[in-house]
Antibody, heavy 119, light 108 residues
């Protein structure tokens, strides 16, 4: 059974930094693309970033490019999102998700980590 | 185009058929996927590659496509189907992942 558990969320001031982590289990982590998707309070879903199985292909949404960095550790079955220069509109729940690069479908989702950017 | 358009809300009575549309220029060329999200929960993949159902998803959920519009159909709606439904695809360049704004399905 696929299990994805996010951690590292919290309250941070504008301009601050946070690092999200995602612990994966129940599947062969090193075989799968992974992604981060966020959801502002009361709003829809927004794709943030994805990373290929070995980390050679990475892409970001324009809204976070240059500020966020996605990475992974295939030995520790973990996914990360380093978020710098945070803005108020980065506030939301951040989901760790498996990504099928053929269908571009997000197959399995964690329960999410809440990030609040506020002064 | 970077946009997918969904109606904000759809309401149906139990046992009826609900249809939720998603429109966008790229949808004639790119696969569309659908997600169900209940309050306080993470989304769940409902339909992928326009019309395929993952294992465990009831047959009453189906997907179809016509030109630049895709439709999620829920046949014989049940009270437990009340949720937000999100469509997702790629933009016309095939580069960016995009989501629709979501549709709230209310079961009357």
């Amino acid at each position: 059974q696929v299990h994805l558990v996010e951690s590292g969320g919290g309250l941070v001031k504008p301009g601050g930094s946070l690092r999200l982590s995602c612990a994966a289990s129940g599947f062969t982590f090193s075989d799968d693309y992974m992604s981060w998707i966020r959801q502002p309070p009361g709003k829809g879903l927004e794709w943030v970033s994805y990373i290929s199985s070995r980390g050679s292909t990475i892409d970001y949404a324009d809204s976070v490019k240059g500020r966020f960095t996605i990475s992974r550790d295939n030995i520790k079955n973990s996914l990360f999102l380093q978020m710098n220069n945070l803005r108020v509109d980065d506030t939301g729940i951040y989901f760790c998700v498996t990504f099928d690069s053929t269908s571009r479908a997000f197959n399995y989702w964690g329960q999410g980590a809440l990030v609040t950017v506020s002064s | 185009s970077h946009e997918l358009t969904q109606p904000p809300s759809v309401s149906v009575s139990p046992g009826q058929t609900a249809r939720i549309t998603c429109s966008g220029d790229a949808l004639s060329k790119e696969y569309t996927n659908w997600y169900q999200q209940k309050p306080g929960q993470a989304p769940v993949l409902l339909i992928y590659k326009d019309k395929e159902r993952p294992s465990g998803i009831p047959e009453r959920f189906s997907g179809s496509t016509s030109g630049t519009t895709v439709t999620l159909t829920v046949t014989g709606v049940q009270a437990e189907d009340e949720a937000d439904y999100h469509c997702q695809s790629a933009d016309s360049t095939g580069t960016f992942v995009i989501f629709g704004g979501g549709t709230k399905l209310t079961v009357l």
